[in-house]
């Protein structure tokens, strides 16, 4: 009776202490080069160039060389532009979005693919304002190169995340244009695995079993 009611309670203990951890990455976007395209019926596509990153909270800022970042939403689903009926698109396909460059501090390389992904349930998007589009709060999902995770201080092994994405693109749609900037902010979380909160548990259980019968008074 003693062990059981040991165990239920050492491994309540270990989950209740150890809690998902979580970290964010940021995509910052210039928007040098980028353009876009609407057709008014489709998806809508574009490219975005002269890209930053930084995990959340950091004050500094890494400039990925060679880098580019292109994206082809879903299928238009309706709106027309204002506040009330945003431009909305549907759910893309895998690898739609894409950023690709050096992992820093290089200065040059073969562009990796840093981070692949697909849009997914998107939200308000597509309100055109003064000749902006604000192409913005919308939810993808997708994975990281374990390298660029390393090099920002984040668990490499914890590749998968999902973020919102936001883009200002230049001109009135349909149509095209050019990119103003924007960013792409993804969280990646961690929790622990079973075998290791049961491998831990076992051995806290040992440690009291062992410890109720080192200490026992004696009769």
Not at 112 to 126: I, K, R, V, Y
Not at 139 to 163: H, I, K, V
């Amino acid at each position: 009776m003693f062990a059981k009611r040991t165990a239920t309670l050492v491994v309540g203990l270990l989950l209740a202490s150890m809690p998902a951890w979580c970290g964010s990455v940021d995509f910052i976007s210039s928007g040098a080069g980028g353009a876009w395209s609407w057709n008014g019926s489709g998806a809508l596509s574009g490219t975005s160039l002269g890209l930053g990153v930084k995990s959340t909270g950091s004050s500094a800022t890494y400039q990925i060389a060679d880098a580019s970042e292109w994206f082809t939403t879903g299928s238009f689903r309706g709106g027309n532009g204002t506040p009330s009926r945003p431009w909305s698109f549907g759910d893309s396909s895998p690898w739609t979005f894409v950023i690709t460059g050096c992992v820093p501090p290089a200065t040059s390389c073969s562009p990796a693919t840093l981070f692949w992904g697909q849009f997914d349930s998107p939200g308000e998007t597509g309100m055109e304002n003064n000749g902006e589009i604000a192409f913005s709060a919308i939810d993808l999902y997708g994975w990281f190169d374990p390298a660029l995770l390393s090099y920002l201080g984040l668990p490499s092994d914890e590749t998968g995340a999902l973020g919102k994405f936001n883009l200002t693109l230049m001109g009135s749609g349909p149509g095209n244009g050019s990119v103003a900037g924007g960013s792409l902010t993804l969280t990646q979380c961690s929790t622990p695995e079973p075998a290791s909160v049961l491998l831990l548990g076992i051995g806290l259980l040992g440690l009291a079993f062992l410890s109720r019968h080192t200490f026992r008074p004696a009769d």
